[in-house]
């Protein structure tokens, strides 16, 4: 997204472009003398002749004005995100940019919510798109009673107009111009959510869809998890009636004794394995029975001296998960530890780390977003154990293989493209999403060209404006599209990836 101005009215002629007076020819009689020559004075000899550009001008002239040209534009270029707009001015996109983009309101804001999978294919690149989604409410504090849990159903989501997605059909071009439509069930909480997050149980009859769970970390420092199947199920079978007993929850944690907002549940456990972590810095983990209840450990993992701001297990180590704290650290864990203390600890930032990612693809690639508007990739293979434990004093502070402090505000969310180990999706309290290709290196030829532009790194790709922008999801079904929550839903799929 840019935001160009153009002064055509100012245009004016070339240099050296304008035309010579009109000669001064008295009606003489044809055998006169030789006329004189009105461009005599101006070159007295061939010698003095210099070389014109395709302009009129001398190429060495035109060059040294476009030097300067670009020098003066840096301080004027508009960047969504860091620079203020100006009173009365507004932003819009430009739809050129876009393959498909959708702005959706809900009653009340969401700070978090999760994208579930769904049974309508792989790879889909058809349009109207549909999705389905889980967000928890942030009401007014007057109006906490308002609060609950949305599962809902987007579909309708058209491509933009001029759409070059060969897979659509030319019966679906009529569906461009319509708006998107919103379907939800509403599960009363009476509690803010500050965090989400959707699981999935694989049905042992085929002929049923899985059944998706949802763990809530709240305001009251309570964990609701709950048994979404029949909201969903009722997108698409008319008259289904959720009954009371089905928006209660099937279990609630109440191990904690402080809000948090990290939360994950186990890629690797299909059952159901969840890791909860709050505000004293306390990791906590739930797993799911043969039963399908769930048992809570009471001995928490301990080790970190301030919040838990984000938890995600590994993807490829069943065991194995990592947490993100205000305290500056990402420490990495063994749920098979005896002594409930992280493996490994390092100092990644000198301010609150909020959020991290775990690529699916390079497991050794872990991202995170801090408090500063850095966001960053290290390599856990060369994180190795300190000599001193986990003593603040002895922590090690790894170089990153790659960092960015592109934004001025806090990373509120950062995830890894779910096929494609190069791409990432950033978004900050800037008022922006930003997508990312880590596998961009400009040599210098190359990069002269974004000499107007200051400290805007060539691996960014795209910058989408969100107001309030607080999480955003890749859907794992729907390749390139994206799900970012703020003051309120946006859909998008860029022409960048």
Known sequence: ????????????????????????????????????????????????????????????????????????????????????????????????????????????????????????????????????????????????????????????????????????????????????????????????????????????????????????????????????????????????????QQNKPVSTIRAHKSEGYAVDWSPLHAAGKLLTGDNDGLIYVTTRTDGGGFVTDTRPFQGHTSSVEEIQWSPSEASVFASASSDGTIRVWDVRSKGRKPALSMQV??????????????????????????WAVWDLRQWKPSAGGNDASALQRPSPIASFNFHKEQITSVEWHPTDDSIVAVSAGDNTVTLWDLAVELDDEESKDTAGVQDVPPQLLFVHYQNQAKEVHWHPQIPGTLVATGEEFSVFRTISV
């Open 1 to 244: 997204m840019a935001k160009r101005t153009a002064d055509e009215e100012n245009a004016g002629p070339l240099k050296a472009g304008g035309r010579p007076d009109a000669m001064d020819v008295d009606e003489t009689p044809a055998d006169m003398g030789e006329f004189e020559d009105e461009f005599e004075d101006e070159f007295e000899s061939e010698d003095e002749i210099i070389e014109a550009g395709v302009d009129g001008r001398p190429d060495a002239e035109r060059e040294a004005e476009e030097a300067m040209d670009v020098d003066d534009a840096a301080p004027g270029t508009f960047i969504v995100g860091r620079t203020k707009l100006e009173p009365g001015q507004t932003l819009s996109p430009d739809p050129t940019t876009y393959r498909m983009l959708h702005n959706i309101s809900t009653p009340w804001p969401c700070l978090s919510f999760d994208i579930i999978r769904d049974g309508l294919g792989e790879n889909r690149n058809v349009y109207p798109a549909t999705m389905y989604t889980v967000s928890g409410t942030q009401a007014d504090s007057a109006k906490a009673s308002d609060n609950s849990i949305m599962v809902m159903k987007f579909s309708g989501l058209s491509k933009m107009q001029g759409g070059d997605d060969d897979e659509s059909s030319d019966d679906e071009d009529d569906d461009e111009d319509a708006d998107p439509i919103l379907e939800h069930k509403s599960i009363p909480l009476n509690t803010t959510t500050n965090r989400i997050r959707a699981h999935q149980t694989p049905s042992q009859d085929p002929t049923k869809p899985p059944v998706t769970l949802t763990a809530t970390m709240t305001e009251s420092s309570n964990v609701f998890i709950h048994d979404i199947t029949p909201h969903l199920a009722s997108f698409d079978t008319p008259g289904t009636v959720i009954t009371p």
């Open 349 to 374: 930032s000198n301010v609150d780390v909020n959020v991290m990612s775990w690529s699916r693809q390079t497991t050794h690639l872990l991202a995170s977003g801090d408090d500063a508007g850095v």
